[in-house]
């Protein structure tokens, strides 16, 4: 897909269950839940504008997501969330105003990952919410994996 408007759905903008999907030059806005939900998909997002959805801006378990040069922003579950076993290379992205502060993820969250390829780099990251330790901060990127760490992210 290249140069579309995905917005105002009922429920997801996307649902990629399987397959390849490649989205280009595009924007993905005011859905009500998720801006893209991926299971065992192979994803390319590029040059994207992922805003304002109700849920997660992107939501990924299992599969493949490659994002670069996209801006997620202002999406009330956070920005991006690894849910499950997945690849991924999120480079050279903007995150801003994702999250909210009573919520879990503000820009990038990431629980499991099993790919030495796995890169989250030279992001920058704004105005993320979230909840630690009683209140609220801004949240540039959560990991919980021992082995993995994001290399030249701004904030």
């Given amino acids: 897909m290249t140069r579309v408007t995905i917005d105002a759905n009922a429920v997801q903008g996307i649902d ?20 893209v939900f991926m299971v065992h998909a192979t994803t390319t997002i590029m040059s994207t504008t992922i805003d304002q959805n109700g849920d997660t801006g992107l939501q990924q378990s299992f599969g493949a997501l490659t994002l670069s040069r996209s801006t997620v922003a202002n999406n009330k579950g956070g920005g991006f969330v690894l849910e499950s076993d997945g690849a991924f290379v999120i480079v050279g992205n903007v995150f801003v105003g ?26 920058s990251f704004s105005g993320n919410h979230t909840v630690g330790g009683g209140h609220s901060r801004d949240q540039r990127s959560r990991c919980d994996l021992a082995t993995f760490t994001p290399r030249e992210t701004t904030s």
């Fill in 16 to 35: 990629v269950e399987g397959g390849t999907l490649s989205i280009d030059s595009s924007t993905i806005e005011a859905n009500a839940s998720y801006g």
């Fill in 98 to 123: 994702n999250g909210l502060t009573s919520g879990a993820v503000g820009g990038v969250s990431i629980l499991e990952s099993t790919s030495a390829g796995d890169r989250l780099d030279f992001n």
